[in-house]
């Protein structure tokens, strides 16, 4: 409790819960790394590639990635609204739910319940806690909008709005299943529909958990670490209309030349080079919120994480549209450039902004200063650094399987076989373990940092 | 002013948006025929093969393995046929991929022999020195647990009866456990002799993988 009888207990409980499934979902990614070109860590089952692959992407996308929105937006909606949460008690049984959930979903995993949609892939039982946290959580968003105290209702509380009724809708669609066990499942919907269901599902879930709800994040903080208001507010209504209208026609660029029909492949291409704009409207907008303020970037350590952040969604957002293009995509799909652009994304733009918010965050709801400024600047470029050597390790991959998958001999053979292409990406899969354990040793003095914040004497100052 | 002043108005206008491109482009062509032909040739998994296609699923295969072949030229050089709509009306789910870190597997079934695959699943280094693939020796060793099999085909829709889910798991059983299976020693091998007589969770996954693509081939051969 503090100023106005905000509850911060909560956010900060889902603050270290999101800490704890990081470095949990980044010790199985560089465990997978390592399995990559050097097969025999397949120890067992549950350690084999397939099983750990689930591990990582719900670990992190919902463990990690969910618990710092949870904390955040617990925080931003309480501020912006002058309200404290109205069930409080609801939101403590919300923090445990999810931790339960995800402990339950990672053993489920490891087991290999898998229902194979990614992203999706856990089994009815979970489900249904997922769908019974999430209406848990959005009871307290609509209940602390309504009885808000502020008249307007500022840009991230839109963003956290649209997140909460659309995950609800895309969870619900993609998930629906016919039990035949308490552990197993099949989907209602068979080949192409199922592809097609399922890849506006998987395009837009991460629209609406790694894009939505961290833009929420960026709008909220950069004006607050920085003291400087959002450049433009015209330009965040239309950005923020124009990205909800224009994301949910773009998931079938996942399947682009698949059995899927065309037309419908087709319509994703053109909206997904449509969602340039509004992406970009974000970017626009980071930027010229620091027109005349650019020192900040030397003197104030935080506005480097929101504008490195910035600037990978606004590279991700240019280069997802464009290999989502039919000819393009014939090229790079199924490479590893795809990984690439994917970790941009994740360690670049998602874990830069939620670093920054966390940052900012601890300090200021636990009533001390951070530990060390000096560790969180490290921390920056370790993660930077460990981030680009990784993404750009895979589009160079990428780029090389996608050329001799199509090499052709003069006479119209294939030039190389399968296991050719294979062999010739292990010294990239090397680089890319290098530069994930770069990442994760910032990710570690990141962790280490917060928590040496809050263990010490609240108002003390040091380092 | 305006709608930032009232959440639940914001909420029903940010749902209705988020709406009109999911109608557009998932839920009326769940009801075209475009996405849901079938064919007469292209059947449903035995009761056999769907349990190996969850074994497949619960590997978590599919993280690996596309099983999609596009219309490329060097796509089909490399895999065979592209594939069309009407082979996947029995697949709940999907399983078309998104990485391939091993070839695609939509044409994968009769290019091999079942020894072949004993032999590679139980140590793909062991064929081919560089492959990363994880090995799956281990899947010889259980059992394979036929407890739901005509409870998951029911689920499924493949219109089997009791017994021919039972036909099908004896029929199957017969064939790899028969003094003549021609992979009888790649089998042997792999499968600890306690089991020798019995369905591996193994015989499954490759009755399934050789499954894949095969009703295609004489649907293209007749057109």
């Known amino acids: 409790m503090s100023e106005a009888g905000y509850n911060y207990k909560i956010v900060r409980g889902f603050a270290f819960s999101a800490l704890f499934w990081l470095v949990i979902g980044l010790v199985v990614g560089l465990w997978m790394a390592v399995e990559m070109f050097y097969p025999a ?61 995800i402990a339950l979903a990672a053993l489920s995993l490891f087991a290999g319940m898998n229902t194979t949609k990614e992203y999706a892939e856990l089994e009815w039982p979970l489900d249904i806690g997922v769908v019974i946290m999430w209406v848990m959580f959005a009871i307290n968003v609509f209940g602390t909008l309504i009885k808000r105290q502020e008249k307007q209702m500022y840009i991230s509380l839109w963003y956290i709005i649209a997140m909460t009724v659309a995950i609800a809708i895309l969870y619900i669609v993609n998930n629906l299943e016919i039990p035949v066990n308490l552990f197993k499942s099949y989907s209602i919907y068979a080949g192409a529909n199922d592809a097609n269901v399922e890849w506006w599902y998987g395009h837009n879930i991460v629209g609406f958990i790694f894009t939505v709800p961290i833009l929420a994040m960026f709008y909220y903080f950069l004006p607050k670490a920085t003291g400087l208001p959002i450049y433009s507010h015209r330009l965040s209504i239309v950005s923020f209309w124009a990205l909800n209208f224009a994301y949910l026609w773009t998931g079938a660029h996942h399947l682009m030349l698949t059995p899927l029909p065309e037309w419908i492949q087709t319509v994703a291409m053109g909206f997904s080079i449509f969602l340039i704009a509004p992406s970009w409207g974000s970017v626009i907008n980071g930027y010229y919120t620091l027109q005349g303020n650019w020192d900040q970037m030397r003197s104030n350590y935080l506005v480097k994480f929101f504008i490195a952040g910035i600037t990978f969604y606004g590279l991700q957002t240019i280069q997802g549209p464009l290999q989502g293009l039919r000819t393009l995509n014939a090229f790079f799909h199924y490479t590893d450039w795809v990984v690439g652009h994917v970790h941009m994304g994740t360690m670049g733009w998602v874990t830069m902004v939620v670093a920054a918010s966390f940052y900012y965050m601890i300090p200021h709801i636990t009533n001390r200063e951070l530990y060390s400024i000096k560790l969180a600047n490290i921390q920056f470029w370790l993660t930077l650094f460990g981030q680009v050597i990784w993404t750009v390790a895979m589009w160079i991959a990428g780029i090389q399987q996608g050329a001799m998958w199509k090499a052709t001999n003069p006479d119209g053979s294939l030039m190389y076989n399968f296991l050719d292409t294979v062999a010739s990406l292990y010294p990239y899969y090397k680089l890319r373990f290098a530069a994930g354990l770069i990442f994760f040793i910032g990710i570690l003095i990141f962790v280490w940092n917060l928590v040496m914040t809050v263990r010490k004497q609240p108002g003390t100052t040091e380092a | 002013m305006g709608i930032t002043s009232k959440p639940v108005v914001f909420a029903v206008l940010s749902a209705a948006v988020i709406l009109i491109g999911t109608t557009a482009t998932v839920f009326i062509p769940l009801f075209m025929p475009s996405t849901q032909p079938g064919s007469a040739f292209i059947k449903p998994y035995t009761a056999v093969e769907q349990e190996g296609r969850d074994i497949y699923m619960r590997e978590g295969c599919n993280n690996c393995h596309s099983q999609t072949v596009r219309p490329l030229r060097t796509e089909v050089l490399r895999y065979g046929e592209y594939s069309k709509p009407e082979e996947f009306a029995y697949d709940r789910p999907f399983l078309w991929g998104s990485r391939r870190t091993g070839p695609d597997l939509n044409r994968v079934g009769g290019k091999y022999p079942d020894s072949w695959h004993y032999t590679h699943l139980m140590s793909p280094q062991g064929m081919f020195e560089k492959s990363n693939m994880p090995p799956y020796a281990w899947l010889a060793k259980n059992k394979l647990d036929t407890g739901y099999s005509y409870k998951k085909t029911s689920v499924l829709g493949y219109g089997y009866s009791e017994s021919d889910v039972e036909q099908q798991i004896s029929q199957y059983k017969a064939t790899v456990t028969d003094g003549a299976y021609p992979s009888k020693a790649s089998r042997d091998k792999v499968t600890p002799p306690e089991l020798r007589k019995e369905l591996t969770e193994m015989d499954a996954l490759i009755a399934y993988l050789q499954k894949l693509g095969r009703d295609v081939k004489q649907m293209e051969a007749r057109k």
């Open chain 1, 41 to 101: 860590l397949n120890l067992a089952p549950w350690l084999s590639f397939g099983r750990l692959r689930v591990v990582h992407t719900n670990g992190l996308g919902l463990g990690f990635s969910l618990a710092a929105i949870f904390s955040t937006s617990y925080y931003i909606l309480q501020r912006l609204n002058r309200v404290a949460l109205p069930f409080p008690r609801l939101a403590q049984a919300h923090l445990y739910l999810f931790n339960t959930a």
